[in-house]
């Protein structure tokens, strides 16, 4: 028995004139079994550390698991709409003089979720302010719901919110080339290593999302189809082979140099009462050395000055 999910679901909504068809369903499971096969191996790397040491795996988890179940909806083509084209293109060979275009909603939601989560990932790799992370995850935010708007809109004004959502975008750009960078190579060592190999990977691949976005939604110029190869090797690059890097470099990491106090389970206090036991175990060590070579010194100028006293010799008098 074949793919027959475009069958099936095809009484759930109404259907578009251009959809993706079988192979590009087909490449839509392919790339959901990518995700889940991603958050399945997450998901165990992250029982062989500590769980003080999880923070990043258990971001990218649900980021991956996410993407997974978007890219199910769409493999199983719910999640989407028709929409009117803008451009519809009578000579051409890719879209065909169609009138309605699969629009899939799946994917911004998608995008509304794991976009923030990646960005929470690689910018608390750098250091970088709370304050300065949720200013960004609001850039991104906006970005998305500029882009679905703009897609689900068949007049000319769809290009507007594209110009909305590009201004927020290069302030995010902005973020992690200047402020990220910035905080990254203070760190130096493998923070600054992973943050740089990972912040140069999003940048690439985020700036091919706005093209993406223009030949597919925006300017209907290749089929859904081949929009579904365009975005998933964007999502592949961006989420499995992304989470793999940073989750690499982490393994080489100081937690205490991101400044992320993450207790430990058990412990109530955390590295707080980590460091205040150590600190009294110090104190008492050094009061025990302290009495022990006060008591040491006394007995020796003790039986020194028994034996000078001896020998006639005055003993010392105390200025």
């Known amino acids: 028995m074949g793919n027959e999910a475009l069958y099936v679901n095809r009484v759930v909504a109404p259907q578009p004139d251009l959809g993706i068809t079988t192979h590009g369903s087909d490449w839509l499971y392919a790339v959901c079994a990518i995700m889940s096969v991603s958050c399945l191996a997450t998901v165990a790397h992250s029982m062989t550390v500590p769980h003080s040491r999880r923070l990043f795996h258990q971001i990218t988890g649900v980021l991956l698991l996410v993407a997974a179940i978007a890219y199910f909806s769409m493999a199983s083509n719910l999640g989407q709409v028709p929409i009117q084209a803008e451009f519809v293109r009578p000579g051409s060979s890719q879209v065909g003089a169609a009138g309605t275009r699969e629009i899939f909603y799946a994917r911004y939601i998608d995008w509304f979720v794991t976009t923030p989560l990646l960005l929470t990932d690689l910018l608390l790799t750098a250091g970088v302010p709370w304050s300065t992370i949720l200013a960004t995850i609001l850039a991104d935010e906006i970005m998305v719901v500029c882009g679905l708007i703009g897609a689900l809109t068949q007049t000319r004004y769809k290009w507007g919110y594209w110009v909305f959502g590009m201004f927020a975008f290069f302030y995010v750009v902005y973020n992690i080339l200047v402020v990220g960078r910035r905080g990254a190579t203070v760190l130096g060592g493998w923070a600054r290593k992973t943050y740089y190999a990972c912040g140069v990977l999003t940048i690439f691949l985020w700036f ?79 009061a025990h050395n302290g009495a022990s070579n006060g008591a040491h010194n006394g007995v020796s100028n003790g039986a020194s000055n028994g034996a000078s006293t001896a020998n006639g010799a005055q003993p010392p008098v105390a200025a």
């Not at 961006?238 to 058990?266: N, Q």
Request: proline share 6%; charged share 15%.
């Open 208 to 286: 091919l999302y706005p093209i993406a976005w223009g030949v597919c939604e925006g300017g209907n110029v290749i089929h859904p189809d081949s929009e579904a190869i365009f975005y998933g090797v964007l999502d592949v690059l961006a989420k499995p082979v992304f989470s793999a890097m940073l989750l690499y470099g982490h393994t080489k990491i100081d937690f205490a140099t991101l400044g992320l106090g993450v207790r430990e389970p058990g412990h109530p206090n955390g590295h707080a009462a980590h460091h205040e036991k150590a600190a009294m175990a110090g104190y008492q060590n050094g």
